[in-house]
């Protein structure tokens, strides 16, 4: 049985698309019988209502096409794997969708991930870059007709590289998403620590326009985390949260298990 990545870029491979420009959504979704209309909704960017093999997903028109293309891809994602379910529409805040702990929620957003930023069109640019900044992969975002938020995510789903991106407001961390490849024993910090380069943009404004190096203990949990360096970069982004990309050193993918981690977690 096929994962739900692998339905969604199936969809891409059996029309043939071999471009990013020419991931044209719409069209996608009415070859699979859901049609998408563009009209106002209150409190949600898109809903989706369904009868035999036909589909109209209503889509919020946004101004920001990223996301209006993620969500017809969300919706796409309940039309392809949710049919007789009932769910909830898709709310304005991505925050909440990421946080969210409904399962069909989650993988109509992982089915979204993976036909708008197929893995065999995506992997191979990440790859050209090394280990990319904001700065590219807002360059990614434009050529996939992505958001930012989207980009840096798939970034991590791909586990190509040992990079955490994550969502922290000043009181705390709002969500993550960790590349699968890296140990467990690494617990990000639930609260800001006031070294890091995202406090500083959340409290002072302060810009980090590069990937600069910083101390792990600014960031992990671990007792250890101050023998290690991360690659820090930030920005702003939804609400007055920072978006966060770290990158751990190779060194840190090999570190020993830390038990008082897991006694903590267990606890």
Aim: glycine content about 6%; hydrophobic content about 40%.
């Amino acid at each position: 049985m096929m994962s739900v990545g692998e339905r969604a870029e199936a969809l891409v491979s059996e029309l043939g698309i071999a471009d990013p420009k020419d991931l044209d959504l719409e069209a996608i979704a009415f070859d699979s019988g859901m049609e998408v209309v563009y009209e106002h909704l209150t409190g949600c960017e898109a809903s989706l209502v369904g009868y035999r093999d036909r589909a109209v997903a209503t889509i919020k028109p946004s101004g920001v096409r990223g996301r209006e293309r993620f969500s017809i891809g969300h919706e796409l994602g309940h039309w392809q794997l949710h049919r007789g379910h009932s769910f909830q529409c898709r709310v304005d805040d991505p925050s909440s969708n990421l946080s969210s702990n409904k399962t069909i929620e989650k993988e109509a957003d992982r089915f979204a991930s993976h036909l708008l930023l197929p893995g065999f069109l995506f992997k191979p640019r990440v790859a050209h870059l090394g280990k990319p900044n904001f700065q590219q992969l807002s360059e990614l975002a434009e050529e996939f007709e992505t958001s930012l938020m989207a980009t840096a995510i798939r970034l991590a789903a791909i586990d190509t590289l040992p990079v955490i991106v994550a969502s922290y407001r000043k009181e705390g961390i709002v969500w993550n998403m960790t590349a699968r490849d890296i140990p467990f024993r690494w617990k990000l910090k639930d609260r800001l620590d006031g070294d890091s380069f995202t406090y500083d943009l959340l409290t002072q404004g302060k810009d980090c326009p590069r990937l600069s190096k910083q101390s792990a203990d600014a960031w992990f949990e671990n007792e250890d985390a101050d023998d290690y360096e991360v690659w820090e970069q930030c920005i702003g982004s939804v609400g007055d949260t920072a978006l966060v990309i770290l990158y751990l050193q190779t060194s840190m993918m090999n570190a020993r298990s830390d038990w008082n981690i897991n006694k903590r977690r267990s606890s």
